[in-house]
Every structure is written in C-alpha cells, then in structure tokens.
C-alpha cells in the first residue's frame, strides 16, 4: 500500500469556523490531491499540487484554499465551513497527472 | 453534467449472477482506469486499459476499452459477495488530469 495519511478521519464542527486537513505521504510522488465525495456525485476535484507552493484549481474549489509547503504534506483549509461542505473528503497521490492515484483513507467532515 | 457517465447507477444481485457496468463519454481518453471503493476506505486501483479495443482480464473480473476510446465496461462472472463496493471509471485526457465517473455501487447477496 502507497505510504499516505489523512487527519483527522473524523471531524465535526460549527458553521463558521475554520478547518484544516491535512494529507501525508511517504512516496514522494508530485502530484497531489484533494476530493471530495457525495452521493450520486463521485470524486470531485477540489485542488491538486504539482510540486511544492505549487497549486492549482479544481472544479469544486470554492469556499476551499490549499497549502504545500512540503513534498509530503498537502493542506486543505475551509476558511469559515459550511453545511454544504458537510463530505467525506480524499487525498490522493500521482507521480503524473494521467497516471494511477493511490488514495487515503478519507477524513468524515460534519458541518453542524 | 458529469464527463463520465456511469451506469447503472446501482446495482442488487444475487450471488453467482453476471454483471455489467458501463463508463461511457462524447470526449476521447489516451487511457482509463477502474478503481473500487469498499465502504470506509479510499479507491484503489482494479485495472487501466490503454488501447482501443483492449480487453483486459482480472480473474472473474473482464475490462474492454472502445474502440474510439470513448467509453469502457467491467463484467463481472459469477459475482460474490467479496465484489461488493462502489465501482468507478476515471478517463484520462490528453495531458490533462483524471476525471471521474459518478460510481456504480454494486451490492451481491449472498
């Protein structure tokens, strides 16, 4: 199994209030994502990394900022949450962007 | 309006029934993958096929590539139990990310 992290599994706060995931691997692979996963909407796409401080957009990244700092670590912020960023939420790792993603264990956000 | 549409969206069966899921696109792919997803974990990787045409075999489990890299299918022979999860197509584009299908989740009871 790929050498990746997620924390917390479980999170449940308060609209309004700032939350951050955090993703880890040990691969040093590149790429980087994050997603998220609602019923009947599969995996979407919410930032990836290509390299450190190097981020881009993905189709759902409103209401949503992310961070590298270092190769191995990948961090999601919601800077004020909301329900409808009640989700489970994916990191994922690639070393290119066509090529198979390991994914983590996902982190269960409730947003009360 | 997804890129990959999936279907069916569910599926119930019984055990040792066949099966067949269908990840279908108006857009072409260099390559798609299968991935399935059992409830609690994250998705891990079945199989990619590459070629157009490409059947692509995993035990009991059977992947086909289209012709115009378009769109794909997994049959199942014989499901059991164990196959249970949520089964998802991911297409890749030219030079551009994945993208994923909304899932089929697949139920075999026993």
């Known amino acids: 199994d790929a050498g990746i992290t997620q924390s917390p599994r479980h999170k449940v706060t308060e609209t309004g209030t700032p939350v951050t995931l955090r993703c880890h691997q040990t691969?040093?692979?590149?790429?980087m994502y994050w997603y998220r996963q609602d019923p009947g909407h599969g995996l979407r796409l919410i930032h990836y990394s290509y390299g450190v401080k190097d981020t881009d957009k993905g189709e759902v990244s409103d209401g949503y900022s992310v961070s590298r700092s270092k190769t191995e670590d990948f961090l999601l912020t919601l800077e004020s949450a909301t329900s409808s960023q009640t989700s489970v939420y994916f990191c994922?790792?690639?070393?290119?962007?066509?090529?198979?993603?390991?994914f983590g264990p996902g982190t269960r956000l409730t947003v009360t | 309006t997804q890129l990959l549409e999936q279907s069916p969206q569910f599926l119930s069966i019984q055990e040792g029934e066949n099966l067949t899921v269908y990840c279908n696109s108006s857009?072409?792919?260099?390559?798609l993958q299968w991935y399935r997803q059992e409830p609690g974990e994250g998705p891990v990787l079945l199989v990619t096929v590459v070629t157009g045409g490409e059947v692509k075999k995993l035990k009991r489990l059977t992947f086909q590539f289209g012709d115009a890299r378009k769109d794909s299918s997994l049959h199942i022979t014989a499901a059991q139990p164990g196959d249970t999860g949520l089964y998802l197509c991911?297409?890749?584009?030219?030079?551009?990310?994945?993208?994923f299908g909304a899932g089929t989740i697949l139920r075999v009871k026993s």
């Open positions: 857009s072409v792919f260099s390559s």
């Open positions: 991911a297409g890749a584009q030219y030079g551009n990310k994945l993208v």
């Open positions: 994922a790792i690639s070393e290119s962007p066509r090529d198979e993603q390991y």
């Open positions: 691969e040093n692979h590149r790429y």
